[in-house]
T-cell receptor
Framework: DVKVTQSSRYLVKRTGEKVFLECVQD?????MFWYRQDPGLGLRLIYF???????EKGDIPEGYSVSREKKERFSLILESASTNQTSMYLC????????????FGPGTRLLVL | GQNIDQPTEMTATEGAIVQINCTYQ??????LFWYQQHAGEAPTFLSY????GLEEKGRFSSFLSRSKGYSYLLLKELQMKDSASYLC????????????FGPGTRLSVLP
């Protein structure tokens, strides 16, 4: 069965802290994505990666960075958390080539105080 | 720009039929997806359309008109467990794997 896991379901951090969100998929997928989901705005793409060590900016990359050192793991980093980064963060993956649906992790609800 | 519109909320009665509409304007088109998302959970895949017409899958059907930039998700014989948000997403062609999501429609099924 397809599985995408995220390191935490809930996180509370303080303004200015460095935050790491980790995502792991066990499907050998080439492509991995980080979204944030806010009420009324839907899912917005932060970054995606189509291969190890490769990354592309999405629609809202400011304030975030990513790391993909291994195929199965895609990390989202908030260098200095701010209150406007309070949100639900969803990781997704899909295999390369053709049109394929995305498989999502359970999400991390981040609160920045 | 890229834009996907859906109604914010809908309410329907158990056993009824409901249609959730989605209109889109994107820079490319490589298919339209519908996802279901229960509160606090991950979105899960429901359907995919790339050609015009109706795709039926059990109680759920999805329709696409590419010329009108329009899709709908039809849910029949509604059950309480269908209460969820329904997300419309378009796969564009600029990155090859880029998906644009609508804001989602929160459906409440009442007894």
């Amino acid at each position: 069965d397809v599985k995408v896991t995220q390191s935490s379901r809930y996180l509370v951090k303080r303004t200015g802290e460095k935050v790491f969100l980790e995502c792991v998929q066990d499907m050998d997928h080439e492509n991995m994505f980080w979204y944030r989901q806010d009420p009324g705005l839907g899912l917005r793409l932060i970054y995606f990666s189509y291969d190890v060590k490769m990354k592309e900016k999405g629609d809202i990359p400011e304030g975030y960075s990513v790391s993909r050192e291994k195929k199965e793991r895609f990390s989202l980093i908030l260098e200095s958390a701010s209150t406007n980064q309070t949100s639900m963060y969803l990781c997704a993956s899909t295999s390369g080539g053709g049109v394929k649906t995305q498989y999502f992790g359970p999400g991390t609800r981040l609160l920045v105080l | 720009g890229q834009n996907i519109d859906q109604p914010t909320e809908m309410t329907a009665t158990e056993g009824a039929i409901v249609q959730i509409n989605c209109t889109y304007q994107t820079s490319g088109f490589n298919g339209l997806f519908w996802y279901q998302q229960h509160a606090g959970e991950a979105p899960t895949f429901l359907s995919y359309n790339v050609l015009d017409g109706l795709e039926e899958k059990g109680r759920f059907s999805s329709f696409l008109s590419r010329s009108k930039g329009y899709s709908y998700l039809l849910l029949k014989e509604l059950q309480m467990k269908d209460s969820a948000s329904y997300l419309c997403a378009v796969k564009g062609d600029n990155y090859g794997q880029n998906f644009v999501f609508g804001p989602g429609t929160r459906l409440s099924v009442l007894p």
